[in-house]
DNA sequence: CTCAATCCCGACGAAACTACTCGGGATTGA
DNA sequence: TCAATCCCGAGTAGTTTCGTCGGGATTGAG
């Protein structure tokens, strides 16, 4: 995603040079832009000089979209998931008092995914590695 | 360590009882609590009669403690552990960009599991389960 | 003193997951 | 027409997690 945000405007970027960029396995990189794709963060273009490119601007894609995409729902245990489609009751449920804390924990992952963008993490070309700017958090608040 | 919380103050609990307590099988949790021992969160007390118990008071016992020495430093990626005995630098350091993020959310999970203590878990016998009070935190601002 | 209840320890094993491979098909620009 | 791409589903090696197994050391109770 990071490489796919520096080429962003430049039209789309076939895996084989992103593959090539990175050092990954293009067999691989199909794989996870396939999850990309069907959560809409990537576009593809099919045929001779096609590739992926971004959906949007790299600074209105949330880095919790990108983890949430490539891993599912984020959470540190299964009686934690925040979508109710994937909610699964452990059977240990009734007795156990830990959920809350694996509640606060997933909030507190996926506040810090999406208090950064991918904006934040592709270097611009000419300015060293800046700290990111943006913010649009506030939900960190424990209680 | 619920269950050694529960049994605060009189004495040490046998494995046997917490397993049967948990429904976790003995030999598992010997193996669990030998890190937790090591860590100096639990004391155990060999021979008959024997058995563990909190080494502290539950409210003196963050829950990070507790993650940790089960599970060792806790990050996201190998690249942004805290502890620099763990440290492994990953091949690709040098073009990668993302490592800010794990660092984040890296904090944002200590933080969070520490902002919570083992009494903040333990079921009071006659009150419901009350949400927590304990805050210690004040290590979540994002930037 | 003896013995049963306990902790202590190291090695082993199965199931699940992660990161990756493979082979072939569909689409499209040159 | 054909090569460069994306598309798709199945397979697989290595690691990790969760748990088993067998036996040894320590100690309170009778």
Same mark, same amino acid.
């Given at each position: 995603?990071?490489?796919?945000?520096?080429?962003?405007?430049?039209?789309?970027a076939?895996?084989?040079?992103?593959a090539?960029?990175?050092?990954l396995?293009? =067999?691989?990189?199909?794989?996870? %832009? &396939?999850?990309? +794709?069907? =959560?809409g963060?990537?576009?593809?273009? +099919?045929?001779?000089?096609?590739?992926?490119?971004?959906?949007?601007?790299?600074?209105? !894609?949330?880095?919790g979209? %990108?983890?949430?995409?490539l891993e599912?729902?984020? =959470?540190?245990? !299964?009686?934690? *998931?925040?979508?109710?489609?994937? $909610? *699964?009751?452990?059977?240990?449920?009734? +007795?156990?008092? %830990? #959920?809350?804390?694996?509640?606060?924990?997933?909030? $507190? %992952? #996926?506040? $810090?995914?999406d208090?950064?963008?991918?904006?934040?993490?592709?270097?611009?070309?000419g $300015?060293?590695? *800046?700290?990111?700017? &943006?913010?649009? *958090?506030?939900a960190?608040?424990?209680?």
């Amino acid at each position: 995603m990071v490489q796919l945000g520096r080429h962003f405007g430049t039209g789309p970027a076939s895996l084989a040079e992103v593959a090539a960029d990175e050092d990954l396995p293009r =067999a691989y990189l199909e794989q996870l %832009v &396939t999850s990309l +794709r069907d =959560a809409g963060l990537v576009r593809s273009t +099919r045929g001779a000089r096609g590739g992926y490119e971004l959906a949007r601007d790299p600074a209105e !894609i949330r880095m919790g979209e %990108v983890l949430r995409a490539l891993e599912g729902p984020l =959470a540190p245990m !299964i009686c934690a *998931t925040a979508d109710p489609e994937h $909610a *699964t009751t452990c059977d240990r449920s009734a +007795r156990c008092t %830990v #959920n809350v804390l694996w509640v606060r924990v997933r909030d $507190a %992952v #996926n506040s $810090a995914l999406d208090s950064m963008t991918l904006a934040d993490l592709v270097p611009e070309p000419g $300015a060293p590695t *800046t700290l990111p700017t &943006t913010t649009l *958090t506030g939900a960190l608040t424990p209680s």
